[in-house]
């Protein structure tokens, strides 16, 4: 069984920045392929990116490439997600979720662990 817990989200402007942080417990020896999704206020939950158990590969949205980029540090059991260039549309609740494989492929009905989300929203 694994925890998950985001942090780093908050109110951000048009063109800013923020990192958002997921802190995994458990078993974390085992590997995990962690996935960073997001879902708008009347909107489907959609997936952002991923990232694969030892970090080497990684996946993006194409709404986010080359805006957002996701990395890990499996000493501290954390998955990041570097957010630059933030745009309101990019307003939502973000989730991290994992699942028990190695390579960065993160459907979101295949995750298996879910973190609660932290909000972030992008207004002037």
């Known amino acids: 069984q694994l925890q998950l817990v985001e942090s780093g989200g908050g109110l951000v402007q048009p063109g800013g920045s923020l990192r958002l942080s997921c802190t995994v417990s458990?078993?974390?020896?085992?590997?995990?392929?962690i996935g960073w999704f997001r879902q708008a206020p009347g909107k489907e939950r959609e997936g952002v990116s991923c990232?694969?158990?030892?970090?080497?590969?990684?996946q993006y949205a194409d709404s986010v490439k080359g805006r957002f980029t996701i990395s890990r540090d499996n000493a501290k059991n954390t998955v990041y997600l570097q957010m630059n260039s933030l745009n309101p549309e990019d307003t939502a609740v973000y989730f991290c979720a994992a699942r028990g494989a190695s390579g960065a492929v993160c459907p979101s009905r295949y995750m298996d662990y879910w973190g609660k989300g932290t909000l972030v929203t992008v207004s002037s």
């Open positions: 990232i694969s158990a030892s970090g080497g590969a990684t």
């Open positions: 458990g078993f974390t020896k085992a590997s995990y392929a």
